[in-house]
């Protein structure tokens, strides 16, 4: 049994497929500045190239935007504010590339792109929440090669950051969460992964809703622990919660909760329970109020 891992990305704008909305992501993402404001059309094909997972041309047209990138923070040197303007998008399309060799496991191109970012960063005003951006995707290649304090290490100095702006009760800080307790998951410190999950698990709650699409992502989240620690009855539990959701959300038939409804099954035959699975689900959902 394989369960789909989510990492819930809220913060920044990244350019993702649709499935993310549905928060049914199946790896951990990275995550792209906010470049909707800039006009240069080569960030728009790059983008367009990123959703299709066509990296290397993604990284071609981020490549070309940069040059031009240059070329208009050489124009505005010594006009003041307008120079900080062009400066911050430089560094800005810096990330994105990192990114982009990110998705390509180049990731010491990728380390060099956020160093040379927050070098630019460091001379501007820059707010707190671009290095916080740069911290989650250096936190991404260190768990991405195995290095899980590395990673522990980068991504704690993002939720640090997410803890005070926006603060502790937004999305963002939940995406830190769930990133941290999937460090925890894989070095198999199960007892952290839950904490880390129930974390993100009350934010969502309190700040999307019981029903919104990526509090049953969570749900999902903390099910694959308790599936990898064995206790099935537990992460039964939890795939039961996010089907009723997408149950109401999205509807019997729809991919994500017939997804759910077999990874429930799979899960269920590891209880040895001798009732016939759609007798059991069909009796769960009438005595939760489903």
Do not use: C
């Not at 470049?35 to 047209?61: G, P």
């Amino acid at each position: 049994m394989v369960f789909s891992v989510i990492i819930l990305v809220f913060k920044f704008r990244h350019a993702e497929d649709e499935k993310s909305a549905a928060g049914t992501s199946p790896e951990p993402q990275p995550i792209l500045p906010n470049l909707e404001h800039h006009a240069d059309k080569n960030l728009r094909m790059a983008e367009s190239f990123y959703v299709q997972r066509n990296y290397t041309k993604a990284l071609e047209h981020y490549e070309k935007a940069y040059e031009k990138q240059e070329e208009a923070l050489k124009a505005a040197q010594g006009k003041g504010k307008s120079g900080d303007i062009q400066k911050k998008a430089l560094a800005d399309i810096l990330v994105s590339k990192g990114v982009m060799r990110l998705r390509m496991a180049q990731y010491e191109a990728a380390n060099n792109d956020f160093t040379e970012a927050e070098s630019v960063y460091g001379q501007l005003s820059a707010g707190e929440r671009d290095y916080a951006l740069i911290y989650h995707n250096r936190g991404f290649v260190f768990n991405e090669q195995g290095d899980y304090d590395k990673a522990l290490e980068w991504y704690r100095k993002a939720l640090d950051i997410d803890e005070k702006v926006p603060g502790k009760d937004h999305p963002d800080t939940a995406t830190t969460y769930n990133n941290i307790a999937l460090v925890y998951k894989d070095q198999g410190k199960y007892e952290e992964a839950l904490e880390g999950y129930r974390k993100a698990l009350d934010i969502v709650k309190k700040v999307l809703g019981k029903d919104h699409p990526h509090t049953a992502a969570t749900y999902d989240n903390i099910a694959s622990v308790y599936q990898a620690q064995g206790k099935y009855e537990e992460a039964l539990e939890e795939l039961l919660k996010a089907y009723r959701i997408r149950f109401r959300t999205f509807g019997e038939t729809h991919q994500f909760t017939k997804g759910t409804r077999n990874d429930m099954e799979t899960v269920y035959r590891k209880t040895r329970n001798p009732k016939p699975f759609p007798e059991w689900l069909a009796e769960a959902m009438r005595s939760r109020n489903a």
